[in-house]
């Protein structure tokens, strides 16, 4: 290999750690061209616990719960007065139409498991 391939595979290497650690959001995942987000269900949380949707367009969610708990096998949408059932290791989608900017909580039934929906702008 010569010096100016390793100079440009280094300059690589670099870029895409600072749009990893820096320009990427991995602890929120926002919605994006109409697919489904996936929500997975294991070990007590939600992942991703925080999702950010913009108003008036419909959101799929993908629930695939992992966790055998009785505790994982419901979700609820106070805001949206839905209730999911969640069997185990199968998914299940949700689509809603959030109208209104706010944050929504998703909870198991006891509210141990929390997520939340974050309908916005931003
Ligand atoms: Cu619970």
Redesign the pocket.
């Given at each position: 290999m010569n010096v100016i391939a390793v100079d440009f595979a280094a300059i690589a290497a670099i870029a895409l750690i600072v749009w990893w650690f820096w320009l990427s959001h991995p602890r929120a995942r926002r919605a994006g061209g109409g697919a489904p987000i996936e929500v997975l269900v294991a070990d007590g949380v939600y992942t991703p616990a925080r999702i950010e949707v913009p108003p008036g367009k419909p959101v799929v969610l993908r629930f695939l719960r992992k966790d055998p708990?009785p505790?994982?096998e419901k979700v609820v949408f106070d805001g949206f007065n839905t209730v999911l059932d969640l069997p185990l290791d199968r998914t299940v989608d949700l689509t809603i139409v959030p109208d209104r900017p706010g944050e929504y909580e998703f909870?198991?039934?006891?509210?141990?498991?929390r997520g939340t929906l974050v309908v916005g702008n931003t």
């Amino acid at each position: 290999m010569n010096v100016i391939a390793v100079d440009f595979a280094a300059i690589a290497a670099i870029a895409l750690i600072v749009w990893w650690f820096w320009l990427s959001h991995p602890r929120a995942r926002r919605a994006g061209g109409g697919a489904p987000i996936e929500v997975l269900v294991a070990d007590g949380v939600y992942t991703p616990a925080r999702i950010e949707v913009p108003p008036g367009k419909p959101v799929v969610l993908r629930f695939l719960r992992k966790d055998p708990s009785p505790c994982a096998e419901k979700v609820v949408f106070d805001g949206f007065n839905t209730v999911l059932d969640l069997p185990l290791d199968r998914t299940v989608d949700l689509t809603i139409v959030p109208d209104r900017p706010g944050e929504y909580e998703f909870t198991c039934q006891m509210k141990m498991y929390r997520g939340t929906l974050v309908v916005g702008n931003t």
